[in-house]
């Protein structure tokens, strides 16, 4: 290679430059990715199926809750439930103190509405008069911050969308592990055997593509009903086909090569030549598509799920929550937002890695 392909002022070294930056960059966001849903709902301080019944559709904030006004609104509806009014309330960074006075004596007994809250703990009487029409309470205030909101069901979505992304990255990594076993062994068959059985092989998977995807996942679900297994089955049983055409062509033409011809001379078997020659010559393009693999399972698994196929509650994954957002968009757009950035996200840095691989295997760079 010549000095000036070499120089750092040449456009070849910069935008190779460039390309090692954007695939360095793409791992990074993978890892604070995977970081995140698989540390994250440990220090999220709430579980992904715990329901806040006074928190439902909460805005997204950096702040706790309740508010000052959520406090008054929450005090203002236990007094009437109580059948009495507020009278003075002070409200402090970890209690609350007020005085409910009532036409009737209320029964101290009835303070256990406080706790049933979300936002209180066990009110303590601190004074009472006028014959029990008059109460002097004070009730510790429980302290609760949802970065990404509430859903319609009170959940917090900061954990719900770090759960859904073990799903989905789970669904992902497995299900392409599954494509990329059968897809390679059946490829590199294909492709080596060559003549009527590469023909026969291929024609399988010709049938195998007709079959609708929607309408496979349908049958299964009639059949064995709606289980988590059913995702990995029914995506690992079409994206194969993909794989095991990209193997097959690599198959082809390393088959032509001497080094194989010489193993043949020297009496290897057909498998040894498989594994210890023809898989391994095609790492490269398995390897750059293996990325774009992945992207696609976890974009399948999100649109089986929208649909109301794939996971069901209390479990979530990306696609189910953002089939609640687009439910909820009018009203409540952080619902929709978040997952579909970390979506985004996701397949934008596995898209990137993929097309970086093949761009490195042609040899621009």
Known sequence: MSEALLSPSSPAWTQGA????????????????????????????????????????????????????????????????????????????????????????????????????????????????????????????????????????????????????????????LASFVALTIGVAYGAAAGYAGGHIDALMMRAIEI??????????????????????????????VQWLDMARIVRGQALSIRATDFVAAAEALGASPSA??????????????????FVLVSQVILLESFVSFLGLGVQEPLTSWGVLIADGARNIQGSLHLLVFPALFLGATLSALQSLGDGFRTRRRGRF
């Not at 898989?279 to 390897?287: D, E, F, K, S």
Request: one cysteine or more.
């Open 18 to 173: 460039l390309l090692s930056r954007r695939m360095w960059a793409s791992v990074f966001i993978l890892a604070v990715i995977a970081a995140l849903c698989f540390i994250g709902p440990f220090f999220s301080g709430h579980a992904y199926d715990a329901v806040y019944r006074d928190y439902v559709l909460t805005d997204p904030s950096l702040f706790s809750h309740p508010t000052v006004a959520e406090t008054e609104d929450a005090l203002a509806s236990l007094a009437r439930r109580l059948g009495a009014r507020v009278e003075s309330l002070h409200v402090s960074q970890g209690a609350v103190g007020l005085t409910l006075v009532g036409e009737k004596p209320i029964d101290p007994r009835a303070l256990r509405l406080f706790e049933r809250t979300d936002l209180f703990g066990p009110a303590r009487l601190i004074e009472t008069g006028e014959q029990g029409r008059r109460l002097a309470i004070e009730a510790p205030i429980k302290r609760e911050r949802f970065f990404f909101g509430t859903d319609a069901n009170g959940r917090d979505l900061f954990t719900r969308v770090l759960v859904a992304g073990r799903i989905s990255l789970a669904v992902g990594l």
């Open 273 to 290: 030549i498989l594994w210890r020659h023809i898989i391994p010559n095609a790492t490269g393009p398995i390897l750059a598509y293996l």
């Open 208 to 237: 195998l593509y007709a079959l609708p995807f929607i309408f496979f996942v349908i049958v299964l679900v009639m059949l064995f009903g709606r289980h988590f297994v059913l995702i990995f089955a029914a995506i690992g049983a």
